[in-house]
């Protein structure tokens, strides 16, 4: 995954870079720890809030796997409890949009439940902060007859149940699936 958090219990999402991460963790415990001599560093996913490892944190990006591929900074899950940060929550994993991270072609879904939910509720209540969203920074704006449209369409397909959905990316995913016909309205900014 390519964000983290250093706060629980807020919505926080921190892109992943060198700079991101030193400035918010101030290179201090937990995040930064040593264990079996080796410098780790740490943080919280944004989505279910488990331990994460971020990778490559001082180590410029031109790191090569076998394959001759680059490696970027990155962070991902620890599936353990991390001293000092938190412990490791299985059933927040299983519905951690980042958990195994998959493309949004993917058809994986997410049971009904306290996530799905809670998206369902936000396209509901919060409309206009999706509109705002979509216009900032995707640059189309949507007639009000197409962006209804959008919405309606994202809960009949179910849009709430794919696990690649969550609140970071709700947008954007509200819009991925719309299927736009020859009437539709949409300037570009």
Partial sequence: ?????????INQVIKVS?????????REEPFYQTINGKKRHYAYCPACENPVML?????DNQVVDEDQRTLPMHA????????????YNQAAYDTCPYANPSSSTSKKRREQGAVSDE?????KTFP???DIIIRRDVGIAASEKL???M?????????HLYRYVSKPNLPYSSMYRTKLSGSAKIQTS
């Avoid at 995954?1 to 629980?8: G, L, S, W, Y």
């Avoid at 060198?18 to 101030?26: G, I, L, S, Y």
């Avoid at 620890?78 to 001293?83: A, C, E, G, N, R």
Wanted: net charge positive; aromatic share 10%; hydrophobic share 45%.
């Fill in 128 to 130: 206009d902060a999706i």
């Fill in 76 to 87: 991902k899950h620890v599936k353990s409890d991390v001293p000092g940060l938190g412990k």
């Fill in 151 to 159: 919405l309606t369409n994202f809960k009949e397909e179910e849009g």
């Fill in 55 to 59: 990778i490559h944190v001082h180590v």
């Fill in 18 to 26: 060198e700079r991101n991460f030193v400035d918010a963790t101030r």
């Fill in 1 to 9: 995954m390519f964000v983290f958090k250093v706060k629980k219990g």
């Fill in 147 to 149: 962006f209804l449209a």
């Fill in 119 to 123: 998206l369902l509720w936000l396209v």
